[in-house]
């Protein structure tokens, strides 16, 4: 079993950044791909961004160039720097993490762009 917390998420103004982080737990051995989606209200779970366990990345469109994916495999740790932010960002972004074809998943953390 593989626990994930998501924390950095919160009000900020358009134009402002954020910086969420994802802390994985439990058995956390060959965890390969991690990656963030998000929720806005009345939508689907869409993905944001993924990055592979040897750095790999891949972005949705609509954040490329302002986002950025990173993780720190000593720490057990995947990060989203989002700059930029648009009142369209505004969702609940999860934490995902692969381990032997198995998906596990943060509960969230709620960001809001808003003046």
């Known amino acids: 079993q593989v626990q994930l917390v998501e924390s950095g998420g919160g009000l900020v103004q358009p134009g402002g950044s954020l910086r969420l982080s994802c802390a994985a737990s439990?058995?956390?051995?060959?965890?390969?791909?991690m990656g963030w989606y998000r929720q806005a209200p009345g939508k689907q779970r869409e993905l944001v961004a993924t990055?592979?366990?040897?750095?790999?990345?891949n972005y949705a469109d609509f954040v490329k160039g302002r986002f950025t994916i990173s993780r720190d495999n000593a720490k057990n740790t995947a990060y989203l720097q989002m700059n930029s932010l648009k009142p369209e960002d505004t969702a609940v972004y999860y934490c995902?993490?692969?381990?032997?074809?198995?998906?596990?998943w943060g509960k969230g953390t709620l960001v809001t762009v808003s003046s």
């Open positions: 990055i592979s366990r040897g750095g790999r990345t």
């Open positions: 439990g058995s956390i051995f060959s965890i390969t791909d």
């Open positions: 995902n993490a692969y381990q032997y074809g198995i998906a596990y």
